[in-house]
């Protein structure tokens, strides 16, 4: 039994945890250590470390609470600095270069079914459907073809959240490389870089300190827009297995928060509404990496390498997309994580590339979403014939 239980326990325990973890990456002397494994890979392994050795639990509701209430949320705050004009003006090369990563997880899935059939279970099929909508969508996916599959999500919800995130961990390292590779594949960063310096020089030309009236204002927005989205997303009808309630919110609050940044609530940024957003954010990776039990991958390693395989098979088949495409390497890291990881951490991951860029990592996740399902059931229908 696990030592912490209670709701209340469990969100101090991951609150202190990801303080204690930005409070240790500021002191000079573990400066190369963070430099190596930022905040983000340690606010999200400490936890899945602490429920393996038995102090958390691997199911609570309050993770369910977490991921509902305080994703939407955070998107609200985060988006409001968006520059829709420079996401645009990035929009043909990253959706080509998603479609390559999409396309490189579901080969994936089929290369690492035929390379190690002889060792997967007799229903490894239903596992390589469920990791291939999770990997190109989200845990709304997994659960979607899961269901349909008639697939215990366990186990490959653990897959997809240790090496999915251990995947993530590189991804943030190749972003200290990345205009070393831009060099050498002869890319084109005049795009993403411009995007960066615009949202760069208007943060730090309007910074302020943030006022009582600006953490209520923030506060209001991300509550109301949230509890709104929430409430709408029940009243649109189900489409498909992907167009659920919850997924209907997360459309429906990106949608208002974008719309709302073209306003003079945009300028909320410069009392450092993504800051905040960007907390919120991180107590959400610690809490999905709290519903990682190792044990519970220790029982079946053979599915933890098919996840290897598929990462594998899908960084060369985006590798070459960029390298074709003469994109920077951004849209590798950008797209990647919003297949292998979704709406929770694609908008982390593109900003840590290039500093205001999060809106493109965040739309990747959401077209991601969309096309999960459908890719994960096709795999599936495909490998149950083999």
Known sequence: MPLIQDPASILAYLAATVALVFQLARWPALKPLFDRLPALVWAYFIPMLS??????????????????????????????????????????????????????????????????????????????????????????????????????????????????????????FFATRQEAFDRWSGADRSAVAAASARLSSLRAAEARPIRVADATLMVGLAIGLTALALRAGEWLPPVGEVLRPFSWAIILVTTMALLLSLTGLARLEAAGASTLGYAGFYLLISSVGAQGDLRRLAAQPILALFGVVVIAVHAVVLLAAVRLLRAPLFFFGAASQACTGGVSSAPIVADIYQPGAAPVGLLLAVVGGVAGTYAGLLVAQLLSTL
Do not use: C
């Open 51 to 172: 429920t393996t050795a038995g102090i958390l639990p691997a199911e609570s509701p309050l993770y369910a609470g977490i991921a509902r209430y305080l994703l939407p949320a955070s998107l609200v705050l985060l988006l409001l600095a968006s520059d829709l004009r420079a996401v645009a003006r990035l929009g043909g090369t990253a959706l080509g270069v998603m479609a390559a990563g999409a396309l490189g997880i579901a080969l994936g899935a089929v290369v690492a079914f035929l390379a190690l059939r002889p060792l997967l279970p007799p229903d490894a099929w239903k596992s390589a459907g469920a990791l291939t909508a999770t990997w190109i969508g989200g845990s709304a996916n997994l659960l979607a073809v899961a269901t349909t599959l008639d697939l215990d999500p366990g186990t490959i919800i653990i897959v997809d959240t240790v090496v999915g995130y251990s995947w993530m961990g590189l991804l943030i």
